[in-house]
């Protein structure tokens, strides 16, 4: 009996051990990692992600593997991640609409950017562009608005999804002009960008990281960048202030979230890493080609990261209730 009893009792503390041994957050990371990005292959979200996190893997002697999960505006992955076990091994590349904008156009969403999620690390600042097919009939975003005024029917914009970066920019820029034209959702803006090449799609707002190339090889046109400074990436093309409509201001951002409660030394250790790859002159060098705004160490923390969620969450709501559904 007696032997019975130490038996169980030596299965029940494994048992608490096993939890605590398997993982202690000291080891960490002891397996691979899988980054999910709630959007398509090769868009601006995929691309910021795995350039950090191929550099960030190096740093952590552990693969991070990227799982592209998408759907609603990538609100499926962030639900997904916010359910993950808290172990540091299941983390999100999310941006400004999963981790803000999503909260004021979906009334049940499932998870809280800001109380489900660990902040880990802001990755990139991403100008947004208005952008058109390369044969679309205005030389300016003067001509090019009085143009979508005059068609506002016949005219379709792609989005990646309800809540995604385009698809609240391409609403805020609608509503600014008063046009109203038919959207496409996507699975990221990287299958609208090619329907958009293809000349499928007239014109999108879109994340510059995903733009630069296309603009550059002459695939498609670029009206105007929505920030108050020219992208040094694409110095030639104007301010949305220096090409006449500096009411459309938009720039998103990207950043590295882990389920709540994930332990704080995970977090600790994967800020680090992050803030590391960051500091890469290589890894700078290729966000830098691609128009991204590299954030400084004071933008990188865990805490600043959780602040811009709030500050975001706040922001978008005034604005997307305004807008055109
Ligand atoms: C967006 O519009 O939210 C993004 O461009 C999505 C993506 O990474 O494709």
């Not at 032997?3 to 096993?18: N, P, S, T, Y």
């Not at 592209?68 to 540091?88: F, K, S």
């Not at 090409?243 to 995970?266: D, E, Y």
Request: charged share 15%; with cysteine.
């Amino acid at each position: 009996m007696v032997v019975r009893i130490m038996a169980v009792c030596a299965a029940a503390v494994a048992g608490v051990m096993g939890t605590v041994v398997a993982a202690p957050a000291q080891d960490y990371p002891s397996r691979s990692i899988t980054m999910i990005v709630p959007f398509a292959e090769h868009g601006p979200t995929d691309v910021i992600s795995r350039i950090v996190t191929e550099h960030m893997a190096k740093t952590l002697g552990q693969s991070i593997v990227t799982e592209n999960v998408v759907g609603a505006g990538g609100t499926i992955a962030a639900t997904r991640v916010a359910r993950a076990p808290n172990d540091g091994y299941t983390l999100i590349t999310g941006h400004m609409g999963t981790h803000a904008a999503a909260v004021s156009l979906y009334p049940n969403l499932p998870y809280r950017p800001d109380t489900d999620f660990e902040p880990v690390a802001l990755l990139a600042g991403t100008p947004i562009l208005i952008v058109a097919r390369k044969d679309f009939p205005a030389k300016d975003l003067k001509e090019f608005i009085a143009y979508v005024r005059a068609n506002t029917g016949t005219l379709n914009t792609a989005h990646a999804g309800v809540g995604s970066v385009s698809h609240v920019s391409g609403q805020l820029f609608n509503q600014i002009v008063n046009i109203r034209p038919t959207g496409v959702p996507f699975n990221g803006t990287a299958p609208a960008l090619k329907a958009l090449a293809a000349g499928q799609i007239d014109y999108l707002c879109d994340q510059i990281v995903n733009v630069v190339p296309a603009i550059k090889a002459g695939a498609i046109k670029a009206y105007a960048v929505a920030t108050p400074e020219r992208n040094p990436a694409l110095p030639e093309v104007p301010t949305t202030a220096e090409a006449g409509l500096p009411a459309f201001q938009a720039q998103a951002w990207n950043a590295i979230f882990a389920p709540k409660g994930t332990p704080a030394p995970i977090i600790a250790r994967l800020n680090a890493a992050a803030s590391k790859a960051l500091d890469d002159p290589e890894v700078r060098r290729r966000l830098l080609a691609l128009g991204s705004v590299i954030p400084s160490p004071a933008e990188r923390t865990p805490q600043a990261l959780a602040q811009l969620v709030k500050v975001e969450i706040d922001r978008w709501k005034p604005v997307l209730m305004a807008v055109a559904p």
